[in-house]
């Protein structure tokens, strides 16, 4: 018999990451910072008018693509569809970072920086927010004078609800004289700073965007990345040809089309993160003051006894204590008012 073939050595490094993604159909998701309203009319109605035709071709994209430009106010050239964020990342990294580069990180944040760079073979310069999870600026600049390929900046970061201002985002991209900036604004929708407009002025920024989120889309995968048009056409180089599929293209129309839709959701949040603020204050529990649609509490030593007695009741929240040494951080979405009122029932009677 023949013998097993080894993956890369990269890959037998790399630490595997399996997010608990099953067997949450039905129950409250305040674990992943989806939208809990689900997918918006205008999406299922494009769905459902998907034609056999279209789901037998191989997907065009350029008249979405030219459409999604103007409604971001870019140029097309300037843009790219993706398979979701994590393709944009991924895309990212193969095309700018050689294996044993450096990437420079600044952690706990979202893990798939981490992720597609070890994969790619690079090592990663590990920086820690801190203890009130400010941004280590001082130590970034500096990381930055090293000239690693890459760093990417989840704007607001997850796990941690924070954000840069628009100051400190330039400081990082100015100091990155060798370093390609990629601001994830995964969050934008919540958090309405963005740096979306200096892709002109700057070649080392790369700016991505998701569907996953406010808009409602995470099952069908669809996110953005904006560069400079030298910056994208590089990375259209290196893109497979179809990585965005025809239903998540035209649920994309549907989006773009119906901004109201996303207003209303917002408007909701809007309510509802406050609520979920002032319920905390009521139980005691610390937490730290986020831009995005979720809150990272503090419930220290019982944090796994409360998220298992949540989730026997049935609402689903994401314990991240292994990002902050052991500490019993939480992390908690922000779903409908009722969601949060629903959660804050549920607390007050563990707690
Ligand atoms: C900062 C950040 N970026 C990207 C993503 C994933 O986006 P997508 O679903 O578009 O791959 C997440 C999901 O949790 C995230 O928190």
């Known amino acids: 018999m023949s013998e097993a ?18 067997g949450r159909t039905g129950k409250l ?22 034609s056999a035709e279209a789901v037998s071709m191989y997907p065009e994209q350029e008249t979405i693509r030219h459409e999604m430009a103007a409604h971001f106010h870019v140029r097309p050239e300037q843009l790219l569809l993706t398979n979701g964020t994590d393709e944009a990342l991924h895309l ?7 294996s044993r580069a450096t990437v420079l990180l600044v952690e706990p944040t979202f893990a798939m ?9 690079a090592r990663i310069k590990s920086l820690r927010y801190g203890a009130s999870l400010e941004f280590p ?17 989840a704007n607001p970061n997850n796990p941690t609800g924070s954000l840069l201002g628009m100051k400190d985002l330039r400081r990082v991209i100015e100091a990155a004289r060798r370093t390609l900036v990629v601001v994830d604004e995964a969050y934008f929708e919540y958090s309405a700073v963005t740096v979306l407009p200096w892709i002109r002025r700057y070649k080392n920024l ?17 996110g953005c990345i904006f560069a400079h048009r030298e910056i994208a056409a590089c990375l259209r180089k290196a893109q497979s ?16 089309g119906h901004p109201a839709y996303l207003e209303r959701s917002l408007r909701e949040f809007r309510r509802s993160r406050p609520e979920l603020e002032r319920g905390l204050r009521r139980l005691a529990v610390r937490f730290f003051a986020s831009a995005a649609n979720f809150i990272l509490v503090d419930l220290g030593h019982r944090a796994k006894e409360v998220v298992a007695s949540l989730a026997r009741k049935g609402i689903l929240v994401r314990d991240r204590s ?15 008012l009722r969601e949060t009122r629903r959660l804050l029932r549920e607390l007050k009677k563990i707690l």
């Open 5 to 22: 073939i080894p993956g890369r050595a990269a890959i037998a490094r790399m630490r595997p990451y399996h997010p608990p993604l099953e």
């Open 29 to 50: 998701r305040l674990d992943f910072n989806e939208s809990t309203l689900g997918c918006p009319l205008p999406v299922r109605i494009a769905l459902r008018r998907l």
């Open 92 to 98: 990212v990294v193969d095309t700018f970072v050689e």
């Open 113 to 121: 920086y981490r992720f597609y760079s070890e994969r790619a073979g």
């Open 137 to 153: 600026m001082a130590e970034v600049l500096a990381g930055l004078r090293l000239e690693p390929r890459a760093t990417f900046i």
């Open 206 to 222: 790369v700016v991505t965007r998701t569907f996953s989120k406010a808009a409602g889309l995470a099952g069908l995968r669809l």
């Open 241 to 256: 040809p179809y990585p965005v599929n025809a239903a998540a293209l035209a649920a994309a129309h549907g989006v773009i």
């Open 322 to 336: 292994n990002d902050f040494e052991g500490r019993g951080y939480v992390r908690i979405s922000v779903g409908t």
